[in-house]
């Protein structure tokens, strides 16, 4: 069993922990004041909450005489502060130094709190996709009875008769609209749809809650193509208008940014295609001066300059080539001639030539006369043949020719 400690040294040890992190040293809450009391002291205590918690706080006099009026209950606030545990209560608490009052209510506090929190998470810096030239089709995502669908055809019909307009109707107020807005995003991205224009008529903020509501921020945001807001009019701001590639004040001008006029863009394709053709004028023309210049010029009219000095120079090389082979051929004919006079020499039958003569035995040994030996047959070789013989000892005049 660990050694137990008491109450305060708990509390002592959460409040280290607590205030030992330096961003709740130095942060600024939104909330709404509630249970307000100014004490004699000149400190003012509150809670300060939100629509899904709250927590306790403090101000004391010396920070209080900063205020431009006195505190109450309901009023929107964004506090500046640190965090820390009241030891006595154990309970942790802001201490507050300085309050602005933001003059909203709890609906415009959650509001402020969403947006904050998206644009924390990257929603609305992310880089804006810009609008194709020409898309294949519009995905509108807007009431089927309203006013900003008739809006948007009418633009759409008149800049560019024929482009494709596919409708997702869906209910832009009340407690459904949000969901069928999120359904209606989902079915855009498997359509052929390049752009979506999502847009009502006016309204007041609560029409337009739709609009701010987190799940259709997020599924705009998720859209896998640009997306034109054109909630409301100009006055209002959406958190749609912020995480939307493009904003339009209008429906009509939402449809107008995403169409371009054919009459215009058959104009520009004209104009474009002139340019071209004077520019292929201009390039063709250079290039036939160029080509002018190269027929004038003096080695085109005498092409034999091109080759002239290398073929001087071929025929030099060839002298030299057939001089050389000739030099090899004459050297080989004298080393031939040279081993067969050596060859020649080595021929032991030219000695018969000249009157001499050579004697082998009965195999073929070649025999001096010294070792010739008596009674032992021996051939004797002539320039004009050969004989055997054998030799006798004196008186015996048997012998073989």
């Known amino acids: 069993m660990e050694q137990p400690i008491t109450v305060s040294q708990l509390v002592a040890e959460i409040r280290q922990l607590v205030e030992g ?63 820390g545990v009241f030891e006595r209560d154990g309970q942790t608490q802001l201490y507050i130094s300085m309050i602005r009052d933001m003059g909203r209510g709890t609906e415009d506090l959650a509001l402020q709190l969403l947006k904050q929190k998206l644009y924390d998470e990257g929603l609305f810096s992310r880089p804006k996709r810009g609008l194709p030239l020409l898309p294949r089709a519009i995905a509108v995502v807007t009431s089927a009875s309203g006013a900003a669908r008739y809006d948007i055809e009418t633009v759409i019909a008149r800049r560019y008769p024929g482009m494709g307009v596919i409708l997702y109707p869906v209910t832009v107020q009340g407690d459904k609209a949000a969901e069928s807005i999120v359904k209606a995003m989902q079915s855009v991205a498997g359509s052929i749809a390049d752009v979506v224009i999502m847009g009502r008529g006016g309204g007041s903020k609560e029409d337009l809650a739709a ?137 032991p039958e030219l000695p018969l030539d000249r009157g001499y003569t050579y004697v082998t035995d009965e195999s073929g040994q070649l025999t001096s006369f010294n070792a010739v030996q008596w009674e032992k047959p021996y051939r004797v070789h002539w320039t004009d043949g050969s004989w055997w013989m054998t030799p006798i000892r004196r008186g015996d005049a048997n012998h073989d020719r």
């Open 211 to 347: 609009f701010n509501d987190e799940r259709v921020v997020r599924a705009v945001f998720q859209c896998p193509v640009p997306v034109i807001s054109a909630v409301g009019h100009e006055i209002d701001t959406t958190l749609v208008d912020l995480v939307a590639d493009l904003r339009a004040p209008t429906p009509s001008a939402a449809a107008e940014l995403a169409v371009p006029e054919l009459a215009q863009l058959r104009l520009w394709l004209k104009a474009l295609a002139q340019r071209l053709d004077s520019a292929l004028v201009r390039r063709v023309s250079v290039e036939r001066g160029r080509l002018s210049g190269w027929v004038e010029h003096g080695l085109l009219a005498h092409p034999d300059r091109l080759y002239r000095d290398y073929r001087h120079q071929v025929d030099r090389l060839t002298e030299r080539n057939d001089r050389a082979f000739e030099r090899i051929v004459h050297q080989a004919v004298l080393k031939h001639t040279k081993l067969v006079d050596g060859l020649r020499l080595l021929n």
């Open 21 to 83: 992190v330096p961003k709740w040293q130095k942060v600024w809450v939104i909330g709404e004041l509630s249970g307000v009391k100014h004490h004699t002291s000149g400190h003012w205590y509150f809670t300060l909450k939100d629509a899904t918690a709250q927590m306790r706080a403090v101000m004391f006099r010396r920070s209080a005489q900063t205020l431009s009026a006195p505190l109450r209950d309901g009023m929107a606030v964004m506090a500046f502060g640190r965090v």
